[in-house]
């Protein structure tokens, strides 16, 4: 496992043998949210990739390879499936996504100034 980008606060490490096992991505996504100090994770199942946000002060970005190389081998059995996710086990849907930039934009550019501000907020509100 590399890491291909480091910023503060900000990981992202690559490891090829993830790819195409959705279900054990799914997995190690879970587990890696647990550690503590880290803030997000997201493991790409096409790529093979994991971006996570951490904070800085209370994890080191040097350990987190460490920490999520010891939850692969304990996990080595289970990251090995890579069937589909049935539906108990898909992740909730990630909140500032697409949809919501998306929208956002749409209201920005079509609606008066003062629903330009009321809008995307009551939008946000509902699809929580």
Partial sequence: ????????????LEDRSLIGKEYGCALLQRSVSEID???????????GRILI?????RID???LPHHI???KESLSGEL???GPLSEGTKSAPVPGGVAHVVIDMVAHA???KPLNFLLPAAISTLMK
Avoid: C, Q
Wanted: glycine share 8%; no cysteine.
């Fill in 1 to 12: 496992m590399s890491p291909l980008s480091v910023l503060p606060g900000r990981i992202r």
């Fill in 37 to 47: 100090g880290v803030l997000d994770v997201s493991v790409n199942y096409r790529t």
């Fill in 53 to 57: 946000r951490f904070d800085e002060n």
């Fill in 61 to 63: 970005k040097r350990s």
């Fill in 69 to 71: 190389g010891v939850l």
């Fill in 80 to 82: 090995d499936k890579a």
């Fill in 110 to 112: 079509l609606l008066p």
